[in-house]
Nanobody, 122 residues
Framework: QVQLVESGGGLVQAGGSLRLSCAAS????????MGWFRQAPGKEREFVAF????????SYADSVKGRFFISRDNARNTVYLEMNSLKTEDTAVYYC???????????????WGQGTQVTVSS
C-alpha cells in the first residue's frame, strides 16, 4: 500500500501561482510513476501531468503545458506540482496518484490521495 497526502491548495487570483505537494508513505516511492489529475465540478477527472520514477521524463496535458511543472524528490518521498499563470478554468480538486507505468489514464494508477482544492478567482 501507498498512502498519498496532498497539500498546498487554496484560493488564488487569476495569474497567480501555487505549489502543490504530495507526500507518500508506505512502499518505496521511487518504484512508482507519479501523476497529478484534477476534477472540476460536474466533470470527469482529467490528466494534468506525470513524472517517471527517476524524474527524467515528464508529460503534460496541453491545457497546462508551459504553465505547470511537475517534479519529485525521491529522498523526501514527495512529488510537486508548480502551477503558474493560473486561470479560472484551472479551478478543481487536484489529486496525486501512484502507478506502475507512465500513463495519462486514471485506470493505470493504483493509489490516490484525497485531493486538495484549488480555486482561481477572476
Amino acid at each position: 500500500q501507498v498512502q498519498l497526502v496532498e497539500s498546498g491548495g487554496g484560493l488564488v487570483q487569476a495569474g497567480g501561482s501555487l505549489r502543490l505537494s504530495c507526500a507518500a508513505s508506505g512502499r518505496t516511492f521511487s518504484n512508482y510513476v507519479m501523476g497529478w489529475f484534477r476534477q472540476a465540478p460536474g466533470k470527469e477527472r482529467e490528466f494534468v501531468a506525470f513524472i517517471s520514477r527517476s524524474g527524467g521524463a515528464t508529460s503534460y496535458a496541453d491545457s497546462v503545458k508551459g504553465r505547470f511543472f511537475i517534479s519529485r524528490d525521491n529522498a523526501r518521498n514527495t512529488v510537486y506540482l508548480e502551477m503558474n499563470s493560473l486561470k479560472t478554468e484551472d479551478t478543481a480538486v487536484y489529486y496525486c496518484a501512484a502507478g506502475g507505468g507512465t500513463s495519462r489514464y486514471t485506470q493505470r494508477y493504483d493509489y490516490w490521495g484525497q485531493g486538495t482544492q484549488v480555486t482561481v478567482s477572476s
